[in-house]
């Protein structure tokens, strides 16, 4: 899951300047997104839409894998 984000957050904002960190505990998996203020603007979206399409893409093999999911982002 967090290659996944990874990817998907790589080729919306055409940078690499940002970090994902994996915290799994039994079935719940949190991703923390760090970013600088101009790529934070990009990853949350115009009313959030960004950030809730990126859960729901990231939700898909987390339910196969019988997990739930949450991503959070925070400025560096």
Do not use: C, H, Y
């Not at 994902?20 to 603007?41: F, Y």
């Amino acid at each position: 899951m967090k290659s996944l984000l990874e990817f998907l957050v790589k080729n919306i904002t055409g940078s690499n300047d940002f970090e994902v960190s994996e915290n799994e505990q039994d079935t719940r998996v949190e991703l923390t997104i760090v970013a600088n203020k101009e790529i934070v603007g990009l990853i949350i979206g115009r009313e959030g839409k960004t950030i809730k399409n990126l859960r729901k893409i990231v939700s898909i093999p987390a339910v196969i894998a019988q997990k739930s999911v949450g991503i959070t982002v925070t400025e560096k």
